[in-house]
C-alpha cells in the first residue's frame, strides 16, 4: 500500500535552515507529482509547494518563495524540502503528500504522510 | 490572488444534514474538493471534482459546485463524522493550491 513517511523535524532558530524529508513507498515514485502542505498549531491547511513528476514544473506558495526549496531523489523515492530562513510563522506540522494524477499534475490531493513538526524558537 | 471562504463552525444533531459552504468569486467554474481531517490525523479526500466520492467514504457525502458556492452536503450525521473540513481550488491564474478555511463540524 502507499506509505509516506517524513522525518527530520525539530526544533530550529530563526534565521537557520533545515531540510526535511519524505520516504515514499507503495507506488511507482516517478510517476506522480508531489505536494508540502503545513498546519500550524491550531491552525488550518497551507499549501507550501509542489513538484511535477519528472521535476521539470516546481512551484511555491508566496509565504516561501525564495526561502524553500522542492526537490526529489528518484533513486531513493525521497521527497525534500530545503527550509532556509526560517521565522516563527514557518512552526507547522508539515505534511508530504501525493497528487492524485499519473505522469500529469491534477493539483489535487490522495495519500498524505503522518506529518512531521517544525518548531522555530529560540 | 484567488481566495475561497468557509464558516468557521456548525453543529447538527445526530441524524440530521450538514450542510457545509465554500464560497468564491465563480468558484463554479473551478474543480472543488474537499478533505475531512480528524483531530490529530492527516485530512482524507472526502470528494472530488466537486461531485465524486473516493472509494471508502459513505454515500452519505455528497458536493454540489455552482456560481460563487460550493457545497458539501453529508446526509444522516453520525458522531464518527465530527471533523474539521476543508474545500480546495487550483488556481491557474496563481499557480498556487488554495484552501479554505476550514468548517469545523460539532455533532451535537
Known amino acids: 500500500q502507499v506509505q509516506l513517511v517524513e522525518s527530520g523535524g525539530g526544533v530550529v532558530q530563526p534565521g537557520k535552515s533545515l531540510t526535511i524529508s519524505c520516504e515514499a513507498s507503495?507506488?511507482?515514485?516517478?510517476?506522480?507529482?508531489m505536494h508540502w502542505v503545513r498546519q500550524a498549531p491550531g491552525g488550518g491547511l497551507e499549501w507550501v509547494a509542489l513538484?511535477?513528476?519528472?521535476?521539470?514544473?516546481?512551484l511555491y506558495a508566496d509565504s516561501v518563495k525564495g526561502r524553500f526549496t522542492i526537490s526529489t531523489d528518484n533513486s531513493r523515492n525521497r521527497l525534500y524540502l530545503q527550509m532556509n530562513s526560517l521565522r516563527a510563522e514557518d512552526t507547522a506540522v508539515y505534511y508530504c503528500?501525493?497528487?492524485?494524477?499519473?505522469?500529469?499534475?491534477?493539483?489535487?490531493?490522495?495519500?498524505w504522510g503522518q506529518g512531521t513538526l517544525v518548531r522555530v524558537s529560540s | 490572488s484567488y481566495g475561497v471562504t468557509q464558516p468557521p463552525s456548525i453543529s447538527v444533531a445526530p441524524g440530521e444534514t450538514a450542510t457545509m459552504t465554500c464560497a468564491g468569486n465563480?468558484?463554479?467554474?473551478?474543480?472543488v474538493h474537499w478533505y475531512q481531517q480528524k483531530s490529530g490525523r492527516a485530512p482524507v479526500l472526502a470528494i472530488f471534482?466537486?461531485?465524486d466520492r473516493p472509494s471508502g467514504i459513505p454515500e452519505r457525502f455528497s458536493g454540489s459546485n455552482s456560481g460563487n458556492t460550493a457545497t458539501l452536503t453529508i446526509s444522516r450525521v453520525e458522531a464518527g463524522d465530527e471533523a474539521e473540513y476543508y474545500c480546495?481550488?487550483?488556481?491557474?491564474?496563481?499557480?498556487?493550491?488554495?484552501f479554505g478555511g476550514g468548517t469545523n463540524l460539532t455533532v451535537l
Open positions: 503528500v501525493r497528487d492524485r494524477g499519473t505522469y500529469q499534475m491534477l493539483y489535487y490531493f490522495g495519500e
Open positions: 507503495g507506488f511507482k515514485f516517478t510517476t506522480y507529482g
Open positions: 471534482y466537486d461531485t
Open positions: 480546495q481550488v487550483w488556481d491557474s491564474s496563481s499557480g498556487h493550491v488554495i
Open positions: 465563480n468558484i463554479g467554474a473551478k474543480n
Open positions: 513538484i511535477s513528476h519528472d521535476g521539470r514544473n516546481v
